[in-house]
Structure formats: structure tokens, C-alpha cells
């Protein structure tokens, strides 16, 4: 059977939903994009600020991860990436800016040294951290919080100090509540596997190879922007779907006024709770997909004098929910990315908000803005306040992928295999734009039929 025919309504024009839309047009489906704003690209948002442009959602791209390269270079945006400067990333510690050990990502620490020169720990913290190859297997009964799983291995100062300010940052949420099989399913894989982290790490050699992040000169829109122009895809935006009702074998997808759209297959690329509303009369599946709490965020680019900046050194910092401020994370714009450092500005973006913690809401955006920047001049010195600013919220964006998370999902797969009904995106496959690549190759593998599944979208 070849998919020529199958017409597919993809429900959200982010990321995900483009990506899917893609590989289903490649294997030969007829695919509509039905986007409720008036642009694509979701939490791509990329603009104006200071004479360059910036980006007020996802800004960086893990560039090892599978398939992210050889993406940008199918949409013609290979000659505009650019590197990451190397720079030191702090922590805020209580005794100043410690450097953010090497090695230590957002499932832990895969080296000890590095963890020890920073002094980012106590001698005590230090001292129980480096036992933990000699700790005995930890003992889980099925998924755990990733924060106890590593405070388990490496003492609670290693989850408190390190891990809340890198994993909790980048999901905006608990540690404590962050599942280790879905928020950082590699940890989960190496903890089934080994008894030891480190020992492991050193085995596997995943020690040593450092991150490195990328981003488009012009803005991570741009991905958004280049994939929507496929002229195969039939773009909608300004088009919030609404309904969702089965008609025989088929599904007619009920958009604004009177607009509608028959089609064979249904790919919901949208948020937890927009897929809950939209898949209400299936109860149980709804209610699965409700108890997805999510978090509200706000990210600020502010420009500051360039003389006034010369106190901020290194690519940016990270600061511990368990600190008196609101501020959560700082990039030092101009000085991680090279394309941003030339202009009249030096280009900083603040960000804010974690679950559980509605503080971003109660001030208006002035107040925010100054908020934030009296935390950072706190943390470095920073003489003078910005020349300018740019607020952007999010609200209710950051799902939170917490424990029971990758069960439910799968659950809730189950209970939709067949059905032609497909979910995928950060809010059920993981944070982050390489997470939704997988998933949006897999919910395309799922809708197209077998024969032509592997020259669309790869084994
Ligand atoms: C501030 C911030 C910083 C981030 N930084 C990074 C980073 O540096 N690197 C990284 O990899 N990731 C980062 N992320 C995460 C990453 O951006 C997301 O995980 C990813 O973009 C999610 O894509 P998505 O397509 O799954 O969802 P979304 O981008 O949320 O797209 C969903 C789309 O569905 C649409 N929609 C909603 N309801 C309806 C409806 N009823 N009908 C039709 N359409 C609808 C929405 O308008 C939206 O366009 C960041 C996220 C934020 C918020």
C-alpha cells in the first residue's frame, strides 16, 4: 500500500507538528497543518531586538544529537549555523560564582574531579559524592524522581547544588518530582544497567565528549519558517482546531466558524491539555492526558551598555531554585554567540519561572525586568541597569515530565494504537527540540503505511 491519498490533518504548527508534516508529505500523504496563532513555529520564536535578531524561546541545539546537522543542511540553513563560543557557565553558590563542573550535565556528574575543583560542594559533599562507586546498586520499584535517584548515588548536595540548577532549569520544574525515565531516559537506561554512574561512564567512555550547542544565524524560527514553505504541506494558521469527531473509518477535524476537514489520520502535535480538550469523549485517555501539570516561564532580553558588561564574563549562569531570587538562568548572549556580540547593545536574556512558583505573575513586565536585573547585578556586580528590554511569557508551556509520566503516555499509546489518532511533542516525548525530532519521526512512522515508512522518515 503507498500512503498517495492519505490525507492527515497535523493538529500544531511547532516544531513538532512541521517535522511530522514533513516526513508524512515525503511519504506521499496529503497533509494539512492546522495552526491556532497567526505564525508557526510554537516555542521557535524568533525577533528583532537591538539590531539583531534573538530568540525568545528555544535559543541552542545539542549539535551531536541524531539527525540535527543533516536537518538544518536539508533545509538550507547548514551555512548559517553557528557554534557556541567555549565559556565558562556559572553557579550561584552561597559563597559567589562557582564554575559549572565539566562534565556535569543534566543527569549528573560524569566526572568527579571536575566536581571537585569547583568547589561547588562542601568538603563534606565533596567527600560523599566520591563514594558513590563504591555505593551498592540503588533499589527502585519502577520509575523514581531523578532527584532522589542522584542524591541516592551522590549526596543530596550534588541534587540541591548541581542537578536542580541544570535539569530543573531546563525543564522549569521539581527534580524531586522529574522523572528519571522520562525527563532523562539515558540515566535511566545506565542506572538499569550499571551499579555505579561514574565507573559506568568511564566504561562507556560518555565521560569525555563535551556538549556542544549550536543555534541559526537569523534565529531557531527560521527551522519553523523553512519547513512550513514545503509546498506539499497545506498550511493553515490563524486556525484553532476545536473538535475532533469520528465519522466511520475517518475523522472530520472541526476548525473555526464552520471550517472542517475530513481526513484519514489525526496528528496532535499540540500541548497535553489541548489534546485533553480535544479527545475529551474518550475518558479515560483525557483525563491521562489532564494530569500533565505544566509550567508558566518568562524569558527577558535586555540590553546593557557594552562597558557596563565587562563584568560579565564567560557564557552565562545558572542559579538554584533553593536561592532568595527569581531569577533562574542568564546567557550571556553576546558573548556565547558571535553573531550577537557586534551592535550597540550587549545582549543578555534573563529567564524566570518554575513550577509551583507563580512569582513571574504577580509583577507586570516593568517590574520583572527590573527584578531580574537587580538578582543579576547582585550575582555579578553589574554596575548600571539595561538600555533595553523585551518580555516575552510563556504560560503553561514547560510540561512537566514527572514521575508515572512515560507510563501514563505509553498507556495512553495503547489505548489509541489503531485509532489513526497520533500524539507527539514535548509534552509527551520530552523537552527540547532534538526530543520532538525522535518523536516526530516516530508519530510519522506510525500514520504512513509500512512500505513507504522507511524512505520518509529513515529506520
Ligand atoms: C523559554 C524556552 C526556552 C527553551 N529553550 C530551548 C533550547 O534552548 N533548546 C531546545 O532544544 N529546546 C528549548 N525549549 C523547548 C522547546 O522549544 C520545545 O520543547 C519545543 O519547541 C516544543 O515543540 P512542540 O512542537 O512539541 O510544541 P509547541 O512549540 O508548543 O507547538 C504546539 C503548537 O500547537 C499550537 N496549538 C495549540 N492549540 C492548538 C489548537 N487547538 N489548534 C491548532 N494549533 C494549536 C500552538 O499554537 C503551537 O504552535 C525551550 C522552551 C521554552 C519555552
Known amino acids: 500500500m503507498d500512503a498517495d491519498g492519505l490525507q492527515v490533518a497535523v493538529v500544531g504548527g511547532g516544531i513538532t507538528g512541521l517535522l511530522t508534516a514533513r516526513q508524512l508529505a515525503a511519504g506521499g500523504a496529503r497533509v494539512t497543518v492546522l495552526e491556532a496563532t497567526d505564525q508557526v513555529g510554537g516555542q521557535l520564536r524568533s525577533v528583532q531586538h537591538d539590531g539583531r535578531t534573538v530568540d525568545l524561546g528555544a535559543e541552542s541545539l545539542h549539535a551531536a544529537a541524531p539527525?540535527?546537522?543533516?536537518?538544518?543542511?536539508?533545509?538550507?540553513l547548514g551555512d548559517d549555523v553557528v557554534a557556541a563560543r567555549s565559556g565558562t557557565t556559572w553557579i550561584a553558590a552561597s559563597r559567589g560564582l562557582r564554575p559549572l563542573p565539566a562534565g556535569m550535565g543534566p543527569a549528573g556528574p560524569t566526572r568527579l574531579w571536575p566536581v571537585a575543583t569547583s568547589r561547588v560542594l562542601s568538603p563534606v559533599g565533596l567527600l560523599r559524592a566520591a563514594c558513590e562507586p563504591a555505593f551498592p546498586p540503588t533499589l527502585r520499584n519502577g520509575d523514581t524522581a531523578v532527584g532522589g535517584y542522584l542524591a541516592g548515588r551522590f549526596g543530596r548536595q550534588v541534587t540541591d547544588r548541581l542537578l536542580d540548577p541544570l535539569l530543573g532549569n531546563l525543564h522549569a520544574g521539581d527534580v524531586h518530582r522529574?522523572?528519571?525515565?522520562?525527563?532523562?531516559?539515558?540515566?535511566?537506561?545506565?542506572a538499569r544497567r550499571h551499579r555505579s554512574l561514574v565507573l559506568a561512564r568511564r566504561r562507556t567512555g560518555r565521560t569525555t565528549a563535551p556538549p556542544s550547542f549550536v543555534t541559526v544565524r537569523?534565529?531557531?524560527?527560521?527551522?519553523?519558517?523553512?519547513?512550513a514553505s514545503d509546498p506539499r504541506i497545506d498550511?493553515?494558521?490563524?486556525?484553532?482546531?476545536?473538535?475532533?469527531?469520528?465519522?466511520?473509518?475517518?475523522?472530520?477535524?472541526?476548525?473555526p466558524g464552520r471550517d472542517a476537514w475530513d481526513v484519514d489520520a489525526v496528528m496532535l502535535a499540540v500541548p497535553s491539555a489541548v489534546a485533553a480538550r480535544l479527545l475529551a469523549p474518550l475518558e479515560e485517555t483525557a483525563a491521562d492526558l489532564a494530569r500533565t501539570r505544566t509550567a508558566?516561564?518568562?524569558t527577558v532580553v535586555v540590553g546593557y551598555e557594552h562597558d557596563a558588561a565587562e563584568r560579565l564574563t564567560g557564557n552565562g549562569l545558572l542559579v538554584p531554585?533553593?536561592?532568595?531570587?527569581?531569577?533562574?538562568?542568564?546567557?550571556?548572549?553576546?558573548?556565547?554567540?558571535?553573531?550577537?556580540?557586534?551592535g550597540p547593545t550587549f545582549l543578555v536574556r534573563l529567564s524566570a519561572g518554575r513550577a509551583d512558583d507563580q512569582r513571574i505573575d504577580e509583577?507586570?513586565?516593568?517590574?520583572?525586568?527590573?527584578?531580574?536585573?537587580?538578582?543579576?547585578?547582585?550575582?555579578?556586580?553589574?554596575?548600571?541597569?539595561?538600555?533595553?528590554?523585551?518580555?516575552?511569557r510563556w504560560r503553561d508551556t514547560m510540561p512537566q515530565l514527572e514521575v508515572g509520566h512515560a507510563d501514563r503516555i505509553v498507556q495512553v499509546r495503547q489505548r489509541l494504537?489503531?485509532?489513526r489518532l497520533v500524539l507527539a511533542g514535548a509534552s509527551y516525548d520530552g523537552v527540547g527540540i532534538t526530543s520532538c525530532l525522535g518523536s516526530a519521526r516516530r508519530a510519522a512512522a506510525q500514520i504512513l503505511p509500512v512500505a513507504v515508512r522507511t524512505e520518509a522518515v529513515g529506520p
Open 178 to 190: 522529574l522523572s528519571l525515565a522520562a525527563a532523562t531516559p539515558q540515566l535511566d537506561q545506565l
Open 218 to 227: 537569523g534565529g531557531l524560527a527560521r527551522i519553523a519558517a523553512a519547513l
Open 417 to 419: 494504537a489503531g485509532t
Open 321 to 342: 531554585s533553593t536561592s532568595p531570587y527569581l531569577l533562574k538562568a542568564v546567557t550571556f548572549l553576546s558573548a556565547k554567540w558571535l553573531h550577537l556580540a557586534e
Open 235 to 255: 498550511l493553515r494558521i490563524t486556525t484553532p482546531v476545536r473538535a475532533i469527531e469520528p465519522d466511520g473509518d475517518s475523522y472530520r477535524v472541526l476548525g
Open 363 to 392: 509583577l507586570d513586565d516593568t517590574d520583572l525586568v527590573e527584578r531580574l536585573h537587580a538578582d543579576l547585578a547582585d550575582l555579578t556586580g553589574l554596575p548600571d541597569g539595561p538600555v533595553s528590554a523585551l518580555v516575552r
Open 296 to 298: 508558566s516561564v518568562a
Open 67 to 76: 539527525g540535527v546537522l543533516e536537518l538544518l543542511d536539508d533545509l538550507g
